[in-house]
């Protein structure tokens, strides 16, 4: 299906555990990101990456890695979850970083207990 | 660290009505802005985006913007329950991410 498409939907997770969320688009646009969103603080970016095998830190990239293998892929790994890190975690893809939208994938609900 | 405000609403309308929805930004030199919807337990999608200065409408839809007074709103005509949502402003500087404001919910009134 043509797209960008999250997984896990939902994870729950315990504290010091490592966990992946993936994200996949099909329309090989170049700009991929990683936003969380927690009540009153809106959208925030973790990371993005421009292309394959160049990424760059956002606003909040403390305990978060990525990678981008391949344009398509742009997976954010958790590497030790902590419980601040209970979040909705959305990955959007775009042709621009800033002159069009973002298309964004149907987030994942992350809790860590 | 550059802001973006919006009301956190609720901003209630009757159905039919205007709903008027106001951005603030602190950057001076703020280029794009954006305006998304977001239904309750889903993704943010865009609706509208504005570069210059003045009016831009598509269907029910107005984005206003006034850089001099560093604001941007969004206006909906004929407002329908199914436009309950919340509404993310989002700006940025060429050459910078975006920041988006952290949204105001609306609840049009049947």
């Not at chain 2, 850089?67 to 206006?75: G, N, T």
Request: charged share 20%; aromatic share 14%.
């Amino acid at each position: 299906d043509a797209g960008i498409t999250q997984s896990p939907r939902y994870k729950i997770t315990e504290t010091g555990r490592q966990v992946t969320l993936m994200c996949h688009q099909t329309w090989s646009h170049s700009y991929m990101f990683w936003y969380r969103q927690d009540l009153g603080h809106g959208l925030r970016l973790i990371y993005y990456s421009a292309a394959a095998d160049i990424t760059d830190k956002g606003e909040v990239p403390d305990g978060y890695v990525v990678s981008r293998s391949k344009t398509e892929n742009f997976p954010l790994t958790l590497e030790s979850a902590t419980r601040s890190q209970t979040s909705v975690y959305f990955c959007a893809s775009s042709e621009s970083r800033q002159t069009y939208g973002y298309t964004f994938g149907s987030g994942t609900r992350l809790t860590v207990v | 660290q550059k802001e973006v405000e919006q009301n956190s609403g609720p901003l209630s309308v009757p159905e039919g009505a205007i709903a008027s929805l106001n951005c603030t930004y602190s950057d001076r030199g703020s280029q794009s802005f954006f305006w998304y919807r977001q239904y309750s337990g889903k993704s943010p999608e865009l609706i509208m985006f504005i570069y210059s200065n003045g009016d831009k409408e598509d269907g029910r839809f107005t984005a206003q913007l006034n850089k001099a007074s560093q604001y941007v709103s969004l206006l909906i005509r004929d407002s329908q329950p199914s436009d309950s949502a919340t509404y993310l402003c989002a700006v940025n500087n060429y050459g910078q991410n975006f920041v988006f404001g952290p949204g105001t919910r609306l609840s049009v009134l049947p």
